[in-house]
């Protein structure tokens, strides 16, 4: 599977318009995809109250396998999150507001297939002929966090995998990095 390098990450990132209500929604969704390496509908189900700030965390209520988990969020996510929540969200919302924190500007949750729809646009917005669209920031963000040094088992927990086999997948460690290892401890 393709992952992304931290420069394209960035490129597709600054191919969303922001000074649309839309782009900055999409922004806030696709940094978070990038920041914190969740499944799209893990990220479709968030509601409001599972963002905490201050602590820079995220609750995936019932993720895959039904199971929680707290895993950090960065904080340039946080940022536009933040953004999103005090420049769009509240326009959006119908009531009942169920909490669902992204939402589409009839209050309800964001479509699966339209957020992957609207991945794989921003990808090849940005010039990037990698296959992928949601789950390409994932595998991303785990290459890259092991790759900078993460233990294996931070990412695995992070991913919310039950099997260690299973992370290891996610990471693929390229070339370069392994030469630049083995030149410097051997």
Not at 147 to 176: C, F, M, P, W
Request: aromatic share 8%; charged share 30%; net charge positive.
């Amino acid at each position: 599977k393709d992952i992304l390098t931290a420069e394209e990450a960035e490129k597709i990132m600054h191919v969303i318009d922001i000074t649309d209500c839309f782009g900055m929604r999409d922004r806030a969704m696709l940094e978070t995809f990038y920041s914190t390496g969740m499944r799209r509908l893990e990220l479709l189900n968030l509601k409001v109250r599972d963002i905490d700030f201050e602590k820079g965390m995220v609750m995936v209520r019932k993720g895959k396998g039904f199971k929680d988990r707290l895993i950090p969020i960065g904080k340039r996510a946080l940022f536009w999150i933040g953004k999103y929540l005090q420049e769009v969200r509240k326009y959006f919302v119908r009531e009942p507001d169920e909490g669902i924190l992204f939402i589409t500007r009839t209050g309800t949750a964001v479509n699966r297939k339209n957020l992957t729809k609207k991945a794989a646009d921003y990808i090849r917005k940005a010039g990037i002929s990698k296959s992928g669209s949601c789950h390409i920031f994932r595998h991303t963000m785990a290459t890259l966090l092991h790759e900078s040094g993460a233990d294996i088992l931070h990412v695995q927990q992070i991913l919310g995998h039950e099997r260690l086999e299973t992370t290891q997948i996610y990471t693929k460690l390229n070339i370069k990095k392994i030469k630049e290892m083995h030149d410097k401890l051997h």
